[in-house]
């Protein structure tokens, strides 16, 4: 690491689309440096994503991308279903391990907001991790509804903000644009 480097916090956050695919642009950027990345999913797993199979043809030495969820969960009113807690519980302590085992350069925690907002995992088991941190290491955190926590110790924040969507007009989400 030269003088100027430093791993930094960024959260992607907000209602517009691009979260994700920001987080996946920086990721192809970060390969192309030579960094290893990993991106861990916590709530998708059942739909099947380009970006899957764009990693494989990076080669997983340079980009891993792990579904550790299964797929959309249940939310509103109720309490969130146990066994999709049970899933961001070990989705996070896996993220938590390779964060500290610095064998990636690049950590993305994929919708790891939404995980937390739905409470299924609490704000301030992230922060701390995050403080504590290796120095080099950058971590991405996406998802709507990032917690004022996570607002407060990342370094560089961007918010998505909805002008149009095509859903907005039935159009439904497109192959290779939206998964
Ligand atoms: P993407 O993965 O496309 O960058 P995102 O990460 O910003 O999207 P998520 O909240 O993760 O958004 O939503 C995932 C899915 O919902 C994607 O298929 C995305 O295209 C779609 N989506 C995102 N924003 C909107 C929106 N404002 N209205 C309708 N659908 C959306
Ligand atoms: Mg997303």
Known sequence: MSENERGLIIVHTGAGKGKTTAALGIAFRAVGQGLRVLMVQFIKGSWHYGELD?????????????????????VGVEKPDPADVRLVEEAWQFAREE???????????????????????????????????????????????AHPSLLEVADLVTEMREVKHPFQKGVLAQRGIDY
């Open 99 to 145: 964060i500290f085992r610095g064998e990636y350069d690049l950590v993305i925690l994929d919708e790891i907001n939404y995980a937390i907002s739905y409470k299924m995992l609490e704000a301030e088991k992230v922060v701390e991790a995050l403080k504590s941190k290796p120095e080099g290491i950058h971590v991405i955190l996406t998802g709507r509804n």
């Open 54 to 74: 764009a990693a494989r043809l990076l080669g997983e030495d340079r980009m891993r991308i792990l579904p550790m969820g299964r797929g959309f969960v249940k």
